[in-house]
């Protein structure tokens, strides 16, 4: 059957299939990602500090292949098999200018090849690409806000570990996003069971440099939860001028020195243990490792329905309100979105290799897929397209269906003409052509 021209179907005689219909992708949306990646200069940042130690000539090199990958995660396609599938695929061979794309065993041979000289390579073309992003828009502020999770591993991983607090086997991954803008500033992997804030301060200090040196006028805040609460990292941010909240663990003292704050919710509530109540406050504390006492701002609040407080600690060096250095603390919720669609729409905490320096590598592959891809959204996209998350963006625009024609001068890309959103499509075009060329 599959030697003839046509097949018809028996649910309809007037239908036939066959696969003669020319050079087709379903991914012809990635146009549009490839000129912004064009205007921010990536490909040959690539090519000029990428390089691994292996300097063996081959058809397919370092920079082509890691460029690949790059295309690959922001399209959804995460494994290392999907390069054979992909092989042929017209757009992905015109955009990245080869025959036919890497295979999964070269592919997996060029992962094998890194080591902790490329690490240093892709942490140094993010601070580029970090620097020209910000040389199209500034900051006013950057919101830090740091946080670990869990890689989940399978098998005996080196530096897999078992962690109690997610009661998993793992890494756990070190994050710190821009909490205004979704940027993933950086990402680290460490052992299984080390504590949330393990070299924290090691982690932090060459992004707080960056800032003061590069972008002295751009002011630091950094939000956490109660596993930094540590002197050293206070006393960091402190140096370097940043504002912080972090959450304290509540215990006995912290308590009774807030006590104050329970008798007047007992007057705020004298008539009415129904409803919902809440009063704010302040003290200043001082651990026993902490060399000075610090403000403390308190939420004490009675939940609806329940008679027992529940407190809620910050340590701070703010000048705001206690109620606003609340809702501040409060908002970093917005980071475990972050980590959820680093996840899920690409594949951060995949780590399939034993290794973790290559795994390591990997992560720092996904750091520049997920960055690229937001500075995409947040640059480019038009406005009402700018809150939607990846997977939606995904299979509105870059999962377009398309026919490449080629005839003697000419590539021509004829995008499906039934597309619902041409108008969003032609629109970030302009919004990309408005975009400076970055070198």
Known sequence: MSSLNALHLESNSKFKINFHGGDLSSDAGLLLLNEFIHKIGLKPLVKQHFQTKDKTIRIHTDADNLLQKIYQQISGYFSDDDSD??????????????????????????????????????????????QRIYSIKRPEMVLLDIDSTLFDTFGKQEGSGYNYHYSNYGYHALMCYDGLTGDLLKAALRPGNVYSSTDCC????????????????????????????????????????????????????LKEMAAYLDKELDELTANNKVDYAVVYGEIHYAASSWSYPRRVVVKAEKPAGQLVYMHTFIVTNMYMKAEDIIHFYCNRGKMENFIKESKRGFDMDTMPSYSMVINENRLQISVLAYNIFNWFRRLVLPARMRKLQVDTIRLKLLKVAAKIVHSARYITFKLCSSCPYKNEFYETLKNIRLLPKLE
Do not use: C, H
């Open 85 to 130: 599938e992909l092989t042929d695929d017209p757009v992905f061979t015109n955009i990245l200018g080869k025959q036919a794309l890497a295979s999964q065993p070269t592919m997996s041979r060029f992962f094998n090849r890194m080591d902790d000289v490329t690490l240093m390579q892709l942490d140094w073309i993010l601070y580029l690409l970090r």
């Open 202 to 253: 090691e982690f932090l200090q060459p992004l707080l440099t960056e800032y003061q040196e590069d972008y002295p006028d751009v002011k630091l805040f950094l939000r956490a939860d109660s596993g930094f609460a540590k002197p050293e990292l206070f006393e960091q941010l402190e140096s370097n001028g940043t504002s912080y909240a972090i959450r304290l663990k509540e215990n006995a003292i």
